[in-house]
């Protein structure tokens, strides 16, 4: 029997829009557990990215509760928050948020320094593992100024991957690749999925990562409109 590590219940968000409320997200009730490979899809403006940011203890919920790996987040201080993410969250970032001044090969090993407790030699190891996984074997000592988009959103997923979290977090994980190569991603994170038991959350418009999702939600005005099998 699957346990819950992701559940929303009645989560509403607001974001002020000078004198205006910009709503969000509206009465979303949601559960996700473990080991699912669930896509979030809509229209741009549905309420995606934010949906992904309140599983992610990136931003808060205005009303209502989000409890991720069985913690209320809108009870937590910052520092568990922060430890909440480092230690069981994994993003790959729309915008990639690489450091600039940080080789590829540094990007990725860089949550495995925050999280400590591995030696040099299981670093290097663990990264170049992933970096070889998403085609980047010849890219390592590139910065990232050197790469392409497509190119830049690979280290992204190898540094969202590597430390190996329950919950992958993806905003648009395919946008920035060709194909084939968006094709090969998907297919390491499903394998990831089946032999980690690792939980995917896609926010897409791709319809290959859609039809790989064992699970579609739609969101449509900040609300579920869908949520099927």
Do not use: W
Request: glycine share 8%.
């Amino acid at each position: 029997m699957k346990s819950n590590i992701v559940e929303l219940k009645h989560v509403d968000k607001e974001y002020p829009l000078g004198k205006l409320i910009v709503k969000a997200l509206q009465d979303i009730n949601l559960t996700i557990n473990k080991g699912e490979f669930i896509a979030i899809a809509g229209p741009s403006g549905s309420g995606k990215t934010t949906l992904l940011n309140l599983m992610g203890c990136i931003d808060l919920a205005t009303r209502g509760s989000v409890e991720v790996d069985h913690q209320l987040t809108g009870q937590l201080k910052e520092k568990a928050l922060t430890e909440l993410r480092l230690h069981k969250l994994g993003f790959i970032f729309q915008t990639f948020n690489l450091v600039p001044v940080l080789t590829a090969f540094q990007n990725v090993e860089f949550p495995l320094l925050l999280k400590g407790g591995f030696s040099g030699r299981e670093r290097r190891q663990r990264v170049n593992e992933m970096m070889d996984l998403v085609g980047l074997t010849e890219q390592k000592a590139h910065h990232p100024n050197e790469l392409s988009g497509g190119q830049r959103q690979r280290v992204a997923i190898a540094r969202a991957l590597v430390s190996k979290p329950s919950i992958v977090l993806a905003d648009e994980p395919t946008g920035n690749l060709d194909s084939a190569t968006g094709l090969k991603i998907i297919e390491l994170m499903k394998e990831l999925n089946k032999n980690d038991h690792t939980t995917f959350i896609f926010s897409t418009h791709d319809h290959r990562v859609i039809e790989y999702a064992e699970r579609v939600i739609y969101l449509e005005d900040g609300r579920i409109s869908k949520n099927k099998n």
